[in-house]
């Protein structure tokens, strides 16, 4: 007999829209976007960040999170605009959607059910179609970040977000967050201040008679991903404790990578069990392709710092072959990142427009086909998203990203990476792996990955 599916009740307290708390001054109502954002795709990435109970029975001031809002917004006041097209936006102070509800359980009612994994798109609204892209309508027409805060009878809260990433990026995202949790904190020490314009300086904007061309060189910007509805897709999680990632450095460690970062050697891991679970129901032809995003902060000079505002990103491309080890594969990685720091950030700042546009050719091309074999990592480890305290305590779980009131991507072989921090005193790497059924079967009864990865769902 089926489990009947736990049902939460999430209602909706109130509906509205956040301004800044003070208005944007004249000579900042118009902000021309960088020569990366104007290429950048406008779509949501949609997010929850999950906030164990604190001691006791207080519930979160929302009248106060709602304030830290507005005061946010008026150091961020791009956000708090609209986008007039794909190169300007008019910070008029339009505001944000904040959704307040409440839920009839617990948090734990919910995380400790079976079906979670279905829940989860409940704690975060379902727009009116004119204010997420649905890819139809006017960029004009959408909002740059919407909040709902879900308040669970025990104290819990889950606080469900939209971005627009053509304005954001995860390190930008997390820096909000930074800034928003501080206020609401009252820590004024904490505050990081958001630098919209060294992004602009680096990359200024590029001419509108180069929109030809970028149509043509760059088929990412239609964001065309293919689904194929004769393919069963499963999203699951799994975590990677502090422990479980010490020991899978010691095994990536190598002579040539004598010393890896936790996010290679986890992502080095995960994509060798990954294509041994493919191997095991098919045989492959194509050699298998890794996609991720790198952050070039660092790498541009002068170096820009954290608090620069953006999609200040560039996406490295590892290649496997038949047969290579843990090792091999973090090396391969090691490689992409080294060659898209050096090389790629190089022809940016040296070619531009026409060279950014290339590189987002390149992996529309990849994307495009999706074949099998190819992966798509997106990691906000370490973004500051885990550290946005407002009062209530850090995030313990972050999910992402969250489509259509569920966890489930519209394509295979999609992993996302996360910080958590477990109630138990425990933390590390959170992974969203997105398979077709049959590999992800073989992948969770693989003995040799869950030596190292724990089930969410467990």
């Not at 339009?94 to 948090?107: D, R």
């Not at 999203?235 to 936790?262: C, E, Q, W, Y």
């Not at 679970?277 to 045989?283: C, H, L, P, Q, R």
Request: with cysteine; net charge negative.
């Amino acid at each position: 007999m089926e489990t009947p599916l736990f049902e939460p009740d999430v209602k909706i307290i109130s509906t509205e829209t956040v301004k800044p708390s003070t208005p944007t001054p004249p000579h900042l109502r118009t902000f021309n976007l960088s020569m990366i954002d104007q290429i950048s795709v406008a779509i949501h990435v949609s997010s929850l960040l999950f906030y164990n109970p604190t001691s006791g029975t207080q519930r979160p001031d929302i009248t106060g999170l709602k304030l830290a809002l507005s005061q946010t917004l008026a150091h961020f006041y791009p956000l708090a605009g609209r986008c007039k097209d794909d190169s300007t936006i008019v910070c008029n102070d339009e505001g944000i959607p904040f959704i307040e509800a409440h839920v009839n359980c617990s948090l734990s009612a919910v995380l400790s059910s079976p079906q979670k994994l279905e829940l989860l798109g409940k704690f975060q609204f379902c727009p009116p179609k004119d204010i997420l892209s649905t890819g139809k309508e006017h960029i004009s027409e959408l909002v740059h970040l919407a909040f709902q805060v879900n308040v669970f009878r025990c104290g819990g809260v889950v606080i469900g977000c939209y971005m627009l990433h053509k304005i954001l990026d995860g390190t930008s995202f997390g820096l909000f967050f930074r800034h928003w949790s501080a206020l609401a904190r009252k820590n004024y020490d904490d505050l990081i201040q958001p630098d919209f314009d060294s992004t602009v300086v680096v990359f200024p904007p590029y001419h509108p008679e180069q929109r030809e061309k970028e149509e043509t060189v760059n088929p990412a910007k239609k964001y065309n991903i293919p689904t194929n509805d004769s393919l069963k897709i499963v999203g699951k999680g799994f975590t990677f404790s502090d422990v479980a990632l010490s020991r899978l450095k010691a095994m990536a460690a190598s002579k040539h990578i004598p010393n890896p970062t936790r996010f290679e050697s986890v992502l080095g891991f995960i994509w060798e069990q990954c294509l041994a679970a493919e191997s095991t129901i098919s045989n492959r032809t194509e050699v298998p392709v890794l996609l991720f995003a790198a952050d070039i902060r660092k790498r541009v000079g002068p170096p820009l710092s954290e608090s620069s505002i953006g999609n200040l990103v560039a996406n490295p491309i590892a290649f496997g072959k038949t047969g290579l080890n843990l090792p091999e594969l973090v090396a391969e990685i090691h490689g992409a990142i080294v060659k898209v720091k050096d090389e790629t950030v190089r022809e940016f700042l040296v070619g531009g427009a026409e060279a950014i546009l290339a590189h987002q050719g390149q992996i529309g091309g990849h994307l495009a086909g999706y074949k099998k074999g190819t992966y798509f990592v997106s990691s906000w480890c370490r973004n500051g998203l885990s550290e946005a305290d407002f009062g209530f305590g850090k995030p313990s779980w972050i999910v992402f990203p969250v489509t259509d009131g569920k966890i489930i991507r519209p394509h295979r072989n999609f992993i996302s990476l996360t910080d958590y921090n477990d109630p138990d005193g425990t933390s590390g790497i959170a992974a969203w792996i997105y398979m077709e059924t049959k590999e992800m079967q073989v992948l969770e009864s693989n003995q040799e990955f869950l030596a190292f990865a724990s089930q969410w769902e467990e």
